[in-house]
């Protein structure tokens, strides 16, 4: 029972260069979201998929871009890293509906160097 | 945007004390989340309460939504309670604006 996988764990990317981080989830939920958490800031929505075939910005987009593969997976894209990037990235997913709560992958700590 | 302030920012606890921590927010809202982050950052979803009391072991939350608040009762700490609790709520889209959390040290 994997619940929500996210890969990298971690990440050293330099200034300029690109990556993506993969999240799958086997809980056959609908909805999925990228968090990304910075010190003192909490967390802030970057991107989520509220179902398969759809996305939407969330609070922090720019310089991001995500794709729903599938219902299983949610991939977020760095075109081109800064150092304003580095942070920890939460993929999360949920049923999508009233009543249940969401499940967080471990994190991806990345540092844009 | 909606706002979701919560307090204590910090507390330090003896092992076997109780704590409360707060959550005030600014709009009605249709979900609201207690997580614990533990210290090797993994988060876990600790309640679902959009209103009303739940409970479980140690740990219950209490959410008053007319008056836009919600509490989370710590009972008989342990070491392991450690790490930082956030609140997060919906405002019916489905997507979590979250606190920036309590930051909870209990020690032996």
């Known amino acids: 029972n994997a619940g929500v996988t996210q890969t990298p764990k971690f990440q050293v990317l330099k200034t300029g260069q690109s990556m993506t981080l993969q999240c799958a989830q086997d809980m056959n939920h609908n909805s999925m979201y990228w968090y990304r958490q910075d010190p003192g800031m909490g967390l802030r929505l970057i991107y989520y998929?509220?179902?398969?075939?759809?996305?939407d910005k969330g609070e922090v987009p720019n310089g991001y871009n995500v794709s729903r593969l599938n219902k299983r997976e949610f991939s977020l894209r760095l075109e081109s890293a800064a150092p304003s990037q580095t942070s920890v990235y939460f993929c999360?997913?949920?049923?999508?509906?009233?009543?249940?709560?969401?499940?967080f992958g471990s994190g991806t700590r990345l540092t844009v160097v | 945007g909606i706002q979701v302030e919560q307090s204590p920012p910090d507390l330090i606890l003896q092992e076997g004390a109780n704590s409360t921590l707060r959550c005030n927010f600014s709009?009605?809202?249709?979900?609201l989340q207690w997580f614990h982050q533990n210290p090797w950052g993994q988060l876990i979803n600790l309640f679902y309460?959009?209103?009303g009391t739940k409970q479980n072991g140690r740990l219950s939350a209490t959410t008053v939504a007319t008056e836009r608040y919600s509490l989370l009762y710590i009972s008989s700490s342990q070491t392991t309670d450690s790490g930082v609790y956030f609140c997060a709520v919906d405002l019916g889209y489905s997507t979590l604006t979250f606190g920036k959390g309590t930051m909870l040290l209990v020690s032996p």
């Open positions: 309460i959009p209103s």
């Open positions: 709009d009605s809202v249709n979900n």
């Open positions: 999360a997913s949920s049923i999508g509906e009233a009543g249940y709560g969401y499940t």
């Open positions: 998929s509220a179902s398969e075939g759809t996305t």
